[in-house]
């Protein structure tokens, strides 16, 4: 039933995306000139809501826009309604709904849909991955010098010793290309299908990658913060990859 509501849920909010796509709506930003919210977010957030409110109307949820409404503590859906709100607002369609649900602080459901390629990315603790329900793995790649990477840059940074363009910098230098989607969900999902080898990120919030690292974890792949450490949706610092290359990304990120 958890996983039927969320399914539910997700695909309730990508119905919203697509409607109001490359038409008119209302555009604002929030603590930053480019870090946008629309009216869109709020639809997509209210549905999904409404959606998940009719099974667990006492569920604890953390959702971008409308933040914290709590409820009991055992499951908590966190939610994202528009993951590449920036990409949405300018037409682009590099964006998705991502839902993930955590049950006493371990997140045990996640997906992920782009309505636009009518891709749904769904993981279940313990299940495994798939894509519209075909099982999906990290790449087999080794070694870094041949990786495809991708990566994203928080809204502004200021006074952060990792200086995030410095990082990209670096790889870069070494000749290892790297993209930037927009959509931190999606980067992470591409990882996990193995579109993307590898995908670094700081600044992150819950949102964005609590659906998304389960689907890298699910699919065979690492998520760490930038020591190596576990990754947990509550920290800054974000490193996934298909496993075989996380080190020689980890070492990369440090260098000075
Ligand atoms: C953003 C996207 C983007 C990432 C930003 C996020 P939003 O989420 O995931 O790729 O670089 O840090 O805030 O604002 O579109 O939901
Ligand atoms: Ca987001
Ligand atoms: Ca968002």
Known sequence: MLKETLLRAIESGARV?????????????????????????????QVIIDSIRQYYPDHFILSEEAGEIPGSPEFKWIIDPIDGTVNYAHGVPICAVSIGLEKNGEIILGAVCNPFSEELFFAQKGFGASLNDKRIEVSPLENLDRALLVTGFPYSWENVSNDPVKTFERFVRKGIPVRRLGSAALDLCWVACGRFDGFWEFNLQAWDSAAGMLVVREAGGMVTDFS??????????????????????LKALLEN
């Open 17 to 45: 995306l697509k409607e109001y796509f490359g038409g008119r709506f209302e555009i604002s930003s929030k603590d930053t000139l480019n870090n946008l919210v629309t009216e869109v977010d709020k639809r997509s957030e």
């Open 228 to 249: 190596g450490n576990a990754y947990s949706p509550y920290q800054r610092e974000l490193l996934a990859s298909n496993g075989k290359i996380h080190n020689q990304m």
